[in-house]
């Protein structure tokens, strides 16, 4: 019998995972009696009681009357908004980053070079400090704001600005975007249809632009009184009313993006550098401008070596988030630990942060993972 | 196979060992690790922060410094753990320190997490603000804003209590470490910075620019029992870190100092400042300590009112006055418990 493979297989493998679950099994148990004896009690429940702190910055609406666990939505929201925004920005700079090192212009070339290395040789909470401290060593105290443009202000507070605030029904503007939408991308389609049926492409898409823009004339005059702006004024020390960026969030989001593109940065150069010069060639040959061969070319065929690195880089963002503390911005991170402190649930909450990342980092890598499938070689 | 089985075996020794280690109390670990652990801020004037030559000092680092005299005979074998306001609370549950001496408000919902031993400090939240704000009272609060730490501190509660009885609005920008929240605060980022009294007043002293500039409004909306915390599950630690506190106050009330102990032990006629000062055998017995452990914490680290004066009071940059922190006699709430 021993000489059966497959049963010195089943058997190796039946081995092994009993000798798994018997470590898993020692290790839970000795956590459970060290809890026991150091008096730790374990436990969901605060989840659902008032979270009495507060949050300085949030995305959406909370206070902190709100239960635990909203809290720790809102808290995840901040980190969303930056990682998303993070990814968007750095994706776009990190592109023009890879593309600008391979420039045959010095200038372009050494400049996206002191940038990769900047980033990639710096780490990101001394850049974060240092962006964040470059805030009140360059900019002025709030009395002595920098005026950009009419109510609009920059100090050592942030930017302020003018808001638009509407006082009639959400609904009627967002109508009006959603059939203007509508309608440019029916008239669009329609002249793609005209154009493979005629070989002819008629101006339905300009005729789109020219009936929205008598709409948008017609709209705002009928809800001309719904509108009105919100100026900041300056109120004993600071700004007050209006819109405004605050330089904790401006901070995280310049710092976190400049690091990331650098990173990007080298990935894109790579991707292109991969791509074979018969392509370049080709793309010549076919009478195409160097732009051209870029946007119709080399990028397509760069990305399927560029997104699978790309992936984690993403999910290195999410991770970095965290940081966003560090020049007080409060991310999810934040405020599990402000309620672990609060409610001395330690393992409970290290297991949210945990699970919660987790679950966002492998979402993101199955969205990306879904996009480079779909742009892969497709081989029949 | 041989080494397998050797393999195997060593695993599981590692194992078992490592669940009977956890078992060992902290006063048999603190001996075996030759110093105290101790927990302190990450650099409070007046209260913890290493000077410029590295060495910590402060009134929590002397809090700690004493337990170290008690129990080793020595002030030095004591090693400072810098922990946040999030930090400190778990670093004390899971024994990375024995003891926490970080101006940590004792609470109910901390003190059934770990276990505080002797309120240190008696404190209230306090404001940093320039003064050509003018701010007299809590209601010239209102729209300014305001930096502090964040991760659960009871300063945030306090600032939330002054807004709803006031019925001011404050702006406020959190951080995970004071000094920074201090640095934004000077620099420019924020009307005010908020902190434990002792707090605001070590850091106006020894790091603004022109202490002059800034005013330190205290609205009263908290008094705060800043207390020394341990890990729970040993009585006899329990036991040590609080009579080497008792030892300064009860020092204090007998007007023992360090510089005249060595004079008293020598001419004392009474009974029990003989037999604590190890002058008479038996003080050290109960705890299984030296009998000189009293003399110890008095003669290296000195009575409540001098460590005070050294760290706070007149002797230090901050010239805090001793409030509640003082003997009954002189209008304060620190009790010497007797060494009979």
């Known amino acids: 019998m021993l000489q059966d493979a497959r049963i010195r297989a089943i058997t190796v493998q039946a081995a092994l995972l009993a000798g798994v679950a018997a470590l898993g099994y020692v290790l839970l148990t000795a956590t459970a009696r060290n809890l026991e004896l150091r008096g730790i009690p374990l436990g969901f429940g605060f989840l659902w009681r008032p979270a009495n702190f507060q949050i300085a910055e949030t995305i959406l609406p909370y206070s902190s009357s709100d239960p635990n666990w909203w809290a720790a939505v809102v808290g995840l929201s901040n980190s969303i908004f930056i990682s998303v925004l993070v990814i968007l920005l750095a994706s776009v700079i990190g592109l023009f980053i890879g593309i600008g090192r391979l420039s045959s212009n010095p200038l372009v070339s050494g400049l996206c070079r002191v940038w990769v290395e900047v980033a990639r040789n710096t780490p990101l909470v001394v850049l974060l400090i240092f962006n964040y401290a470059l805030w009140w060593e360059v900019l002025p105290l709030a009395t002595e704001a920098w005026k950009l443009a009419p109510g609009t202000h920059i100090s050592v507070r942030g930017l302020s600005m003018p808001a638009l605030t509407w006082s009639a029904s959400a609904l009627a503007p967002a109508a009006f975007l959603a059939t203007s939408v509508a309608v440019l991308l029916s008239a669009s389609y329609a002249a793609r249809r005209r154009h493979i049926e005629t070989g002819f492409r008629p101006a339905y898409v300009r005729a789109a632009w020219v009936l929205i823009a008598v709409g948008a004339g017609i709209f705002l005059f009928a809800y001309r009184d719904a509108a009105s702006l919100d100026i900041p004024e300056f109120r004993r020390a600071n700004f007050a009313g209006g819109w405004s960026l605050t330089p904790e969030l401006t901070t995280i989001l310049i710092g976190l993006t400049f690091y990331t593109a650098g990173f990007i940065g080298e990935i894109v150069r790579g991707g292109i550098l991969a791509v074979r010069k018969g392509q370049w060639e080709a793309a010549t040959a076919l009478g195409l401008s160097r732009g051209q061969t870029y946007r119709f070319v080399v990028v397509p065929l760069a990305l399927r070596s560029i997104v699978p690195p790309l992936n984690s880089q993403y999910i290195n963002v999410v991770k970095n988030s965290t940081l966003a503390i560090v020049v007080g911005y409060q991310d999810f991170m934040t405020v599990v630990s402000t309620m672990i402190n609060k409610t001395s649930h330690a393992i409970e909450g290290v297991a949210i942060i945990l699970g919660v990342f987790l679950a966002v980092n492998l979402a993101l890598s199955a969205l990306l993972n879904a996009y480079n499938r779909r742009i892969a070689i497709v081989e029949r | ?340």
């Not at chain 2, 502090?148 to 609005?169: F, M, P, R, T």
């Not at chain 2, 009579?243 to 100092?257: C, H, K, L, Q």
């Not at chain 2, 030296?290 to 009071?313: C, H, M, P, S, T």
Request: one cysteine or more.
């Open chain 2, 1 to 340: 196979m041989k080494r397998a089985t050797q393999f195997a075996a060593a695993a599981a020794m590692v194992l078992i060992g490592a669940g009977s280690a956890n078992a060992q109390s902290i006063t048999d670990k603190v001996r075996q690790r030759g110093y105290v652990s101790c927990g302190a801020s990450q650099g409070v004037p007046g209260l913890s922060r290493p000077d410029d030559k590295g060495v910590w000092t402060g009134f929590d680092v002397d809090s700690c410094r004493a337990v170290a005299a008690a129990f080793f005979g020595d002030s030095q074998k004591a090693q400072f753990v810098p922990l946040n306001a999030a930090q400190r609370i778990p670093a004390v549950q899971t024994g990375e320190v024995d003891v926490l001496a970080r101006t940590t408000t004792w609470t109910y919902t901390r003190d059934v997490a770990v276990r505080f031993v002797a309120i240190n400090l008696v404190d209230g939240d306090a404001i940093m603000l320039r003064k050509s704000l003018n701010v007299g009272a809590a209601a010239d609060l209102d729209g300014l804003t305001i930096c502090l730490q964040g991760g659960g501190s009871l300063v945030e509660n306090a600032l939330d209590l002054i807004e709803q009885q006031n019925q001011v609005k404050v702006e406020r920008v959190y951080f995970d470490s004071t000094i920074l929240a201090r640095d934004a605060y000077f620099g420019g980022r924020c009307d005010g910075y908020m902190s434990d009294g002792f707090a605001i007043a070590g850091q106006r002293a020894a790091v603004a620019g022109n202490p002059d500039e800034h005013a330190i409004f205290q609205s009263g909306a908290t008094t705060e029992p800043l207390a020394l915390a341990i890990p729970r599950g040993d009585d006899r630690w329990f036991d040590i870190v609080r009579y080497a506190f008792n030892a300064m106050v009860w020092a204090e009330d007998r007007g023992i100092t360090s510089k005249n102990v060595d004079e008293i032990a020598a001419s004392a006629t009474d009974g029990e400042t003989r037999k604590a000062l190890g002058v008479e055998p038996g003080i050290g017995e109960p705890l299984k300590l030296d009998d000189k452990w009293i003399y110890n914490v008095i003669k290296q680290v000195g009575n409540y009112g001098e460590v005070f004066a050294r760290n706070l009071g007149e002797e230090s940059p901050l010239k805090a006055e001793r409030r509640l922190n003082a003997l009954p006699r002189d209008g304060g709430i620190l009790f010497p418990i007797p060494f009979k």
